[in-house]
């Protein structure tokens, strides 16, 4: 089989390419010749990834058609009649011939039976997409969207040939990001935190003191409660010294705003909204009998030694930063990584294909879809249980596609331009890692991953793991202050408070994490 490939201008297109959800069986993820420089350049113009700039085409309905080739195919009659054989084998299976058993009818007998365009429309039909597959593979081919085929040959005098346009994935410049300053939440807990967190302690071993003075939040109030709908009592809401936490929102937010401020003794007549039937008014009646406060033990050493697992104020202060500085750490890494994804995804400019939006948003919803299924859910029923309206759902589940395809980009042209790329090693872990969950082994996914182009979309999967820790290594750390942080404050501490730190990776990532990475066919 012998392949063309050319790229298009275009200029050469009176309309869009058809746009259409991609097919991920016919792509490949090496980038091909044609470059688009969709990026903002900077003031010293560093950072410049890609060459030529071209706007595309913009199709009359307003969306954007990125790069377009056209693969010309050319395949020998040899291979094109071993198709054909093929075809027959299969038609001998469907039909049956007089003096043959089913599967047994040679060609030539099915051709004076059948004639001999049936074979060909057949081995057309079949061949033809396997014939594009394998061009797409072969020339390293990015598509993004169904191709548009026209056949110029078809097989009667011996060869076949067709030719394929598509639509690829653009190859697109970013600059800036070598500058890139990101403010993350502090990753060291302050005193007021750990004083907060120990207090939490305390108050599970705290008594109950009566006040004379109004209620606050936090504070316990005695009450008689009555709760009525148009005259008859609602069960559950009839008690007689009910303890109650203000400010908890354990029956209605109107219940605690009534009760702050109230002293012993006040009388209570209000109405609120039904938390669940919006349309019912609840009246209540409430007396407060009592307000009392939560005495907190003092904190001692011996307190601390006696009912913790510490033996003094100061180890317990030192377990608890330590503790919560492990989750604030684990915070701080997530929002490190996010914001730089974000700021990434910003660096491309202009419009991205509309075909990989689509792609993004179809992605989306099977994602969608199959959780709402296991819960025997629809989308439609999960939209009105959740309150949202379609249009604006939909909206939304755009603009996530679009900056998920900018930041697929982004990473793609930051792998180039670092030179970031997938060594076997990489793939070998990867597959390793894949096949301890898939219940297949390596090699066997490796083998079928190389059949389906899965290994082009794991090569570019891991590159582009590698461009995001690159970017999330480079960034700039800054705190809720301005003030500038150091990296090794993201050094996860280890929970247990051993000497030795669970591994501490400053980024807690994995560079063959690709669902942050914007992967968008």
Known sequence: ??????????????????????????????????????????????????????????????????????LTVEVDAETFDADIDAAFRKLAREVRIPGFRPGRAPRRVLESHFGVDIGRAQALEEALPRYYAEAVRDNQVDVVNQPELELTLDGSDGPVAFEATVEIRPVVAISGYHDMKVEIPSPEPSDEEVDARIDETRRQFADIAEVDRPASEGDRVTIDIDGSVEGEPLPGLSAQDYLYEVGSGGIVPEVDEQLIGCEAGTELTFSATHPVQTDMEIEFEITVNAVSELVLPELTDDWVDENTEHDDVAELREATARQLGFGLVMQANMALREEVQKQLASLVDGPVPDAMVSGAIADRMNELGSGLQQRNMTIESWLEATGQEPVSFIGELRDDAERGVRLDLALRALAAAEELQAEDSDIDDELERLASTDGRSAAQLREVMADNDGLAHLTAAICKGKALQWAVDAATLIGPDGDEIDRSALELPSPAGSDDDADSDDTGSDESDTDETGEAT
């Open 1 to 70: 089989m012998k392949t063309t490939l050319t790229p298009l201008d275009p200029a050469d297109f009176i309309g869009p390419a058809p746009v259409s959800e991609s097919d991920p069986s016919l792509e490949d993820e090496a980038p091909v010749a044609p470059v688009v420089d969709v990026a903002g350049v900077d003031e010293s113009g560093s950072d410049e990834v890609g060459a030529d700039e071209g706007d595309g085409d913009e199709s009359p309905a307003g969306r954007f058609v990125g790069p377009r080739v056209k």
